[in-house]
């Protein structure tokens, strides 16, 4: 119950926040993706540290040279996730880059089996399909009706919604 | 990654992990937007600029920043519940 509040507040943080920073790119003048990608790091950063110094909230660990590699190498590797997350907005229209979005689950579980050679349940890849489909669907329609993008966008995140559950 | 990287003896709090990677990142960002000369542009577009249409600026970017923080928290939440 709890993971399921906790990604649910993922998705919906989610979905604010790729809406806001469209907003941001596209309407206001401020249309510089890198400055708002350090933007993001140095308040998360910020409001890290406050919680650590004033809220007690935890006791900051130590790693060893292997640990510190390690979790250099992740944080640039997500930290370039989001930055070309921000730089994609100012070229594409939130529904492209949204429906590219939704293709992470099946194209990581085609990189799983093919790199890392993990199998996955048969139940994740057919509820993975779907949302393909609906993929499929949504492009195929994005410019026709309203109505059907309405459907699509709704079927997509109605998907990947009952793929986390 | 993140469900190879933060398990075990390297699961750090999302605190944690927040504060150990912002500074590095905000640094290698920096860099890369001091060379797609965003700074450069950013100054010469807001200078002129009245200052209420500055700090209305700065409000939107700060609230901005807080829903990011918000969402790098409960991402990271999220992978150390999936992945005990």
């Given at each position: 119950?709890?993971?399921?509040?906790?990604?649910?507040?993922?998705?919906?943080?989610?979905i604010v926040?790729?809406?806001?920073?469209?907003?941001?790119?596209?309407?206001?003048?401020?249309?510089?993706?890198?400055?708002?990608?350090?933007?993001?790091?140095?308040?998360?950063?910020?409001?890290?540290?406050?919680?650590?110094?004033?809220?007690?909230?935890?006791?900051?660990?130590?790693?060893?040279?292997?640990?510190?590699?390690?979790?250099?190498?992740?944080?640039?590797?997500?930290?370039?996730?989001?930055?070309?997350?921000?730089?994609?907005?100012?070229?594409?229209?939130?529904?492209?880059?949204?429906?590219?979005?939704?293709?992470?689950?099946?194209?990581?579980?085609?990189?799983?089996?093919?790199?890392?050679?993990?199998?996955?349940?048969?139940?994740?890849?057919?509820?993975?399909?779907?949302v393909s489909?609906?993929?499929?669907?949504?492009?195929?329609?994005?410019?026709?009706?309203?109505?059907?993008?309405?459907?699509?966008?709704?079927?997509?995140?109605?998907?990947?919604?009952?793929?986390?559950? | 990654?993140?469900?190879?990287?933060?398990?075990?003896?390297?699961?750090?709090?999302?605190?944690?992990?927040?504060?150990?990677?912002?500074?590095?990142?905000?640094?290698?960002?920096?860099?890369?937007?001091?060379?797609?000369?965003?700074?450069?542009?950013?100054?010469?577009?807001?200078?002129?600029?009245p200052h209420?249409?500055?700090?209305?600026?700065?409000?939107?970017?700060?609230?901005?920043?807080?829903?990011?923080?918000?969402?790098?928290?409960?991402?990271?939440?999220?992978?150390?519940?999936?992945?005990?």
């Open positions: 119950m709890l993971v399921a509040l906790w990604l649910a507040c993922y998705v919906v943080l989610n926040m790729g809406v806001h920073n469209k907003w941001i790119l596209s309407h206001t003048q401020f249309s510089f993706p890198w400055i708002l990608t350090s933007i993001h790091i140095f308040i998360s950063g910020i409001g890290a540290f406050l919680l650590i110094t004033l809220g007690n909230i935890c006791e900051p660990a130590r790693l060893n040279k292997n640990g510190l590699s390690r979790y250099a190498a992740f944080s640039l590797l997500y930290t370039l996730n989001v930055a070309m997350s921000n730089v994609s907005l100012t070229l594409v229209p939130l529904a492209v880059h949204q429906m590219v979005r939704s293709l992470f689950p099946m194209l990581n579980m085609t990189l799983d089996y093919f790199v890392l050679g993990k199998k996955h349940h048969f139940s994740l890849v057919l509820a993975i399909l779907p489909r609906n993929e499929a669907y949504l492009f195929r329609t994005i410019f026709r009706s309203r109505p059907c993008l309405i459907w699509g966008i709704s079927g997509c995140q109605r998907d990947v919604f009952l793929e986390f559950l | 990654m993140a469900s190879i990287i933060m398990v075990g003896d390297l699961k750090l709090h999302p605190a944690d992990f927040l504060f150990k990677m912002a500074p590095f990142c905000f640094y290698t960002l920096h860099n890369v937007a001091g060379m797609m000369d965003e700074y450069g542009t950013a100054i010469h577009e807001y200078l002129p600029e209420s249409k500055i700090w209305l600026l700065v409000l939107v970017l700060t609230f901005n920043g807080l829903i990011a923080f918000f969402l790098n928290w409960t991402c990271f939440t999220s992978t150390n519940l999936l992945h005990p």
